[in-house]
């Protein structure tokens, strides 16, 4: 993700908190691949509101990236950077430092751009997860492609080893106040005068395995999870939350809005509601107001022992354009309301 995250939520960098979530539910509703089948444009545009809002919306990864935003303001030590000189983020600009900060996009490598590079010992899988499941927990079967040693050079990256020349060995320069990995050896302190073919130089290749994820009650968008592969391989797995149509969960609760016509709102009426364990029959008392919030116990998130409720938001929605007949009921009721005042 290139784009200026601010940007890809389509908010000022002062926005609130609220107005961070307002804009990230808005865009999610939109694009969300259930509300738009086969549309892949839509599911790429849903994964990058979802990543922005994972960094906008956590205040210590905002901070962080306000401050790489504007270029630096301290001394800062990064895993990953990309190849050539020029910017102080590398080839890669901002997107790589991003990855490396975030784990957005994927693996995260320790090293980014340049030879004789590293994978970072335990990479990170971005794996999406069913609102539901992550809410009651459950098992999710993924094909995971995970770094392994590469086969032709057993990891070197290459043959005919030299000291870099770049950062005579150090494996990091000085770029203003930032201390960078060098992009020439990517942090390593030596080059090799062949670099390995099969695997560029990085020393690994990638490898697909199955994998069945335990995903743990109450997870929550950002979680992390450590996982070893049936390879022995271990893998940072971090979960992204996917949207619901109906629910959306704000801590241990879990909240919703139902429509009901004025009538129902006068005299009452029962509905079935979705809850994350089956629906539920609602009562709806009579002369239930607009906005009210009505509470159903125990029917939230179970969190560190302490399970939420879910909280059902009624919107009373009342008709556009009435015929002849309702006109005539509804001024009835006017004046009825009259001669009792």
Not at 9 to 38: I, Q, T
Not at 66 to 87: I, Q, W
Not at 101 to 127: C, K, L, Y
Request: aromatic letters at 6%; glycine letters at 14%.
């Amino acid at each position: 993700m290139n784009k200026d995250l601010y940007s890809v939520l389509g908010v000022n960098e002062k926005a609130a908190p609220e107005e961070l979530k307002k804009a990230y539910r808005k865009l999610a509703k939109k694009y969300h691949p259930d509300a738009n089948p086969g549309d892949t444009g839509a599911e790429e545009r849903f994964k990058e509101i979802s990543e922005a809002y994972d960094i906008l919306g956590n205040a210590e990864k905002k901070s962080q990236y306000d401050l790489m935003r504007k270029g630096g303001g301290g001394s800062f030590h990064f895993d990953g950077t990309g190849a050539g000189g020029g910017s102080p983020f590398g080839s890669g600009g901002l997107d790589d430092i991003l990855r490396s900060m975030f784990g957005g996009g994927g693996f995260e490598f320790g090293n980014r751009g340049g030879f004789g590079q590293r994978a970072a010992s335990r990479p990170t899988v971005v794996i999406s997860v069913p609102f539901r499941t992550a809410a009651l927990g459950g098992d999710v079967r993924t094909d995971l492609s995970v770094p392994v040693t590469c086969p032709v050079c057993l990891g070197a990256g290459g043959s005919g080893e030299k000291i870099c020349s770049q950062c005579g060995g150090a494996g990091r320069i000085q770029q203003g106040q930032m201390v960078l990995p060098c992009p020439s050896c990517g942090g390593q302190g030596k080059t090799y005068t062949n670099i390995c073919e099969r695997c560029a130089g990085t020393g690994e290749v990638t490898s697909s395995e199955s994998v069945k994820i335990t995903i743990p009650p109450g997870s929550d968008n950002g979680t992390v999870l450590r996982l070893v592969t049936p390879s022995h391989k271990h893998v940072l797995v971090k979960l992204r939350i996917m949207s619901d149509r109906f629910l959306r969960r704000e801590g241990r609760d879990i909240h919703c809005t139902v429509k009901i016509t004025a009538p129902q709102a006068v005299l009452g009426t029962k509905l079935k509601i979705r809850t994350i364990e089956g629906k539920i029959l609602l009562n709806i008392h009579p002369g239930t107001q607009p906005e009210t919030i009505l509470r159903i116990p125990g029917k939230g998130v179970l969190y560190r022992g302490t399970k939420g409720d879910q909280l059902v938001h009624v919107d009373v929605e009342l008709p556009p354009s009435v015929s002849a007949e309702e006109k005539a009921l509804w001024e009835k009721l006017a004046e009825s309301g009259r001669r009792k005042a």
